[in-house]
């Protein structure tokens, strides 16, 4: 079975902080992709990044950084320096590779509050 | 290029009733799929189409039904509504055909309430 957990409901920080947000997920699957999306107030998912799982890369994109790894099936997500408008829901999900288990496998999210 | 579209974006229903909803996604996607938010069960996969075929299917009643058009329009019903149905239905739209590597594009979803 598929599942995603992210153990940390809800996260205060104060402005400029560095804040790390966790994902771990289980599967079976060889061959699967992994994403983080944001939820804002206004209510639509904004995708933020993909990881393939062949591809243990971290990658970093501004202020946000993605840790991705295969031993520890975790796949954890920076926020440096963070700013008030940082603050929204955000979700780690799974996607199988295979060719009918397309639906995505969601966390229940974490929460970020960014404080001025 | 214009995001995906979900129409209503807010809907107040009585129990018993049914409702539809629309979701256009992105120009050129030809997957759509539905998924239902609710505090308590979080984000849950409902039903996926691609090229007017139902794909895959979550675990929900009979009562949620849904179907693609061919300019890949997408309605989902739920009929006989309970007060459990209140949820953000959130539509999602992707390029992909049988590959699964790329990324779902999210509307603003349409808030339920069922009273």
């Known amino acids: 079975a598929q599942k995603v957990t992210q153990a940390q409901t809800e996260i205060s920080v104060v402005e400029k902080e560095d804040v790390t947000l966790d994902c771990v997920y289980e599967?079976?699957?060889?061959?699967?992709?992994l994403f983080w999306y944001k939820q804002p107030p206004s209510g639509e998912l904004v995708f933020l990044i993909r990881r393939n799982s062949f591809d243990e890369q971290n990658e970093i994109s501004g202020r946000y950084s993605w840790n991705f790894q295969k031993s520890t099936s975790s796949f954890n997500f920076t926020i440096t320096a963070s700013q008030v408008v940082d603050s929204a829901v955000y979700f780690c999900a799974l996607r199988a590779h295979a060719g009918n288990n397309r639906k995505l496998i969601w966390g229940l999210g974490t929460s970020l509050a960014v404080n001025p | 290029k214009a995001g995906v579209t979900q129409t209503p974006r807010y809907l107040i229903k009585t129990r018993g009733q049914q409702v539809t909803l629309s979701c256009s996604p992105i120009?050129?996607?030809?997957?759509v799929s539905w998924y239902q938010q609710t505090p308590g069960q979080g984000l849950q996969f409902l039903f996926e189409y691609f090229s007017e075929t139902q794909r895959n299917k979550g675990n929900f009643p009979g009562r949620f039904s849904g179907r693609q058009f061919s300019n890949s329009r997408s309605e989902m019903n739920v009929s006989t509504l309970e007060l459990g149905d209140s949820a953000l239905y959130l539509c999602?739209?992707?390029?992909?055909?049988?590959?699964?590597?790329?990324?779902?594009?999210f509307g603003q979803g349409t808030r339920l309430t069922v009273v």
């Open positions: 999602a739209s992707s390029t992909s055909g049988t590959g699964t590597n790329t990324e779902a594009f």
């Open positions: 599967t079976r699957d060889t061959t699967y992709y």
């Open positions: 120009s050129g996607h030809r997957s």
